[in-house]
Antibody
Framework: EVQLVESGGGLVQPGRSLRLSCTTS????????MSWVRQAPGKGLEWVGFIRSKTYGGTTEYAASVKGRFTISRDDSKTIAYLQMNSLKTEDTAVYYC??????????????????WGQGTTVTVSS | DIQMTQSPSSLSASVGDRVTITCRASQSISTYLNWYQQKPGKAPNLLIYAASSLQSGVPSRFSGSGSGTDFTLTINSLQPEDFATYYC?????????FGPGTKVDIK
């Protein structure tokens, strides 16, 4: 069974740092890109960032709202994806989800889609 | 960034109804459009990818269509378990963006 489990959330003061982990099982982690998505209380989904598989350089993409403050990384030997969050702001308060984001072939083109999600971990930024 | 809009923002429907949700992109995204369902307190669930391809395990009453800037998600014969919030998401740009969501509740 494919599983993703986020951890590391909690209460943190503005300006501090926090690292989230997404521990996975049931699939060949190294073959898959991974994404982080967040949801502020009572709000919609916001894409945070993405990391490609090592086959494609393991490079990353970020939303403008977190670029320069957040860093996504991966440890394929441990099958874990990380979200390092620095200089946290109150507006970063949200449930953070990780998701498996394969590139799926369809009609001779390739499409990214978030096909498996974790249950989320809550981050609260408050003094 | 590509902006995504959805309409309506909410709707009330009855079991058995046919429901249509619209998603619009601020520029052409070909068919790089996914649809997700989210129930309260739960993670989102992928329904449709590449605008019209049904994700494995998703009931066939869900369908998607569209290309360019305009897309629709249709639910034929709404079931009690379909009351949820639905989001579109573009993957044309590597700065993925979601629509604001459409809440479907019971009339």
């Amino acid at each position: 069974e494919v599983q993703l489990v986020e951890s590391g959330g909690g209460l943190v003061q503005p300006g501090r740092s926090l690292r989230l982990s997404c521990t996975t099982s049931g699939f060949t982690f190294g073959d898959y890109p991974m994404s982080w998505v967040r949801q502020a209380p009572g709000k919609g989904l916001e894409w945070v960032g993405f990391i490609r598989s090592k086959t494609y350089g393991g490079t990353t993409e970020y939303a403008a709202s977190v670029k320069g403050r957040f860093t996504i990384s991966r440890d394929d030997s441990k099958t874990i994806a990380y979200l390092q969050m620095n200089s946290l702001k109150t507006e970063d308060t949200a449930v953070y989800y990780c998701s498996r984001t394969p590139k799926v072939e369809r009609f001779l083109e390739y499409f990214y889609a978030m096909d498996v999600w974790g249950q989320g971990t809550t981050v609260t930024v408050s003094s | 960034d590509i902006q995504m809009t959805q309409s309506p923002s909410s709707l009330s429907a009855s079991v058995g109804d046919r429901v249509t949700i619209t998603c619009r992109a601020s520029q052409s995204i070909s068919t790089y459009l996914n649809w997700y369902q989210q129930k309260p307190g739960k993670a989102p669930n992928l329904l449709i990818y590449a605008a019209s391809s049904l994700q494995s395990g998703v009931p066939s009453r869900f369908s998607g269509s569209g290309s360019g800037t305009d897309f629709t998600l249709t639910i034929n014969s709404l079931q009690p378990e379909d009351f949820a919030t639905y989001y579109c998401q573009q993957s044309y740009s590597m700065s993925f963006t979601f629509g604001p969501g459409t809440k479907v509740d019971i009339k």
